[in-house]
Structure formats: C-alpha cells, structure tokens
C-alpha cells in the first residue's frame, strides 16, 4: 500500500544518497592501488593490487549507474542500461573483496607462523636455569601478546571482508538476496567491534 510505497521510495533516496557520498573513494581506492605496485612482497602487493582496483573500478561503475539512474546519462534508444552497469559494478565489488580476504589470508598464514617460532622460542628459554634468560622471557611473552592482539585482529578483518562478500553476491543471484543482506548486517556488527576495540586501545 502507500506506505510500502513510502518505505520504497526512501530506501531509493538513501541508495543514491551512498552513492554520492562514495564518489571521492575512488581516489583513494587509486592511490591505495599505486601504494600496492611498490611493495617489495610481490604476493601481497598483487592481492592489495587487485582488491584496490577491483573496489575503484566497482565504485567508478557505481558512478556511471548513479548517473543512469538520476538521468544525466541516457541511451540514444531511450532503454536505460542500469541494470547492465549494475551487475558489473557488483562483480567488480565482489571481485575488490575477494582480493581483500586473500590478502588477509595470506597475513594471518604469517603471524600464526611468527606465533608458532615465538612459542618455541618461549619454552626453549624457559627450559634453562639461566637468570639472563628472564628478560628475554618477558621479551617473548610481549611479543605472543602483540601477535596474538594481531591475529585477532586479522581474524575480524577475514570475517568481515568475507561477509561483505555477500551484498554483491546476493545482488547477483550467487546467494539468495536476504542471505546477502543478513551478511551485510553481520559485517557491520564486526566492523563496529573492531572500533570499539581501537577505541579502548587508544583510552
């Protein structure tokens, strides 16, 4: 009925009201990706590659369905191709995140390595009758807090890039669309822990 109607229109206003707001991004998705080029790690500078492209071409598609939908861009045949642009830019969205999560991935493979060596460094010392040992003790037992605070961290960044996944996913039929925006929520939830966390951090 009319308010159904109402509800519509607004979710409408609020999409295209996203959209502007994200048309500086893909400044910064560019220079992110050029930053990626120069490091020395050639795996991981093609994951933060792909995953900076990926989002700045997903947002640069975004504009051009922005522009279709409120009129400014309009085809000669009078049809307009939003929803062309639409799943394009989904893919590249999609394809921005999966990059993100294998970048992830890889960094968590690493700090669950250094945990790994800390660990058995921290039991080698702890072995000896050594007093010189006990500085060395406290040393290492930081440094597992630090890489253990990181994996954690790493952690939440995996779930959350994975969870973003599925708003594209779902607006591309490869999940059902509720399944993608109950992921979208989940992904919010996690982004706001991560913040709160910083935010204790920083007290």
Known sequence: ?????????????????RKVVRITRDIEYVSLGLDAMKNPDRVEAIGRTIAAFG?????????IDLLYRIGVLTC?????PVSRWS???NW???LGYLGSVGLY???LSIVENQIFLSQREFVSCGLTDDDDDD??????????DQLKSTRIALWCDVTREVLDCGIPAGSLGLLPM????????????????QITQSLQLMR
């Open 87 to 89: 799943k394009v830019s």
């Open 135 to 144: 500085d060395e003790l406290e040393r290492l037992s930081e440094r597992l």
């Open 1 to 17: 009925g009319f308010q159904c109607k109402q509800i519509s229109h607004l979710e409408y206003y609020i999409t295209l009201a």
């Open 105 to 107: 991935l890889r960094q």
């Open 55 to 63: 989002k700045c071409c997903w947002l640069l598609t975004d504009h």
């Open 178 to 193: 509720s399944l993608g925006s109950a992921a979208g929520v989940a992904s919010s939830v996690v982004g706001g822990y």
């Open 92 to 94: 590249l969205w999609l």
């Open 76 to 80: 000669p045949s009078g049809s307009s």
